[in-house]
Nanobody
Framework: QVQLVEFGGGLVQPGGSLRLSCAAS????????MAWYRQAPGKQREWVAR???????NYADSVKGRFTISRDNAKNTVYLQMNSLKPEDTAVYYC??????????????WGQGTQVAVSS
């Protein structure tokens, strides 16, 4: 079994910053690509950012230049540094990862989500 647990959500004023983290644990041989998604109230879940094991990154246009995704392979952890936050960034943020388990099978996993609220 593999678990993804997110940390770091909260309430922040517009223009502020938050840093999310997500740690993978369990029967892990290797963690491949990791990503962040978000889901705002009444909207579908949308992709935010992705990072490969080799740290190649991609971002949604809505967050480019404001958010930075990074990872620590030794800790099986991915981070999302969010700067210049806007009210429209308010959402539940979910971690996603492609994990190769100790049987050398790759599966895709989701975290439970962490709430980010941007409001004055």
């Amino acid at each position: 079994q593999v678990q993804l647990v997110e940390f770091g959500g909260g309430l922040v004023q517009p223009g502020g910053s938050l840093r999310l983290s997500c740690a993978a644990s369990g029967s892990i041989f290797r963690v491949n690509a990791m990503a962040w998604y978000r889901q705002a109230p009444g909207k579908q879940r949308e992709w935010v950012a992705r990072i490969t094991r080799g740290s190649t990154t991609n971002y949604a246009d809505s967050v480019k230049g404001r958010f930075t995704i990074s990872r620590d392979n030794a800790k099986n952890t991915v981070y999302l540094q969010m700067n210049s936050l806007k009210p429209e960034d308010t959402a539940v943020y979910y971690c996603n990862a492609d994990v190769v388990n100790n049987n050398y099978n790759e599966y895709n996993y989701w975290g439970q989500g962490t709430q980010v609220a941007v409001s004055s």
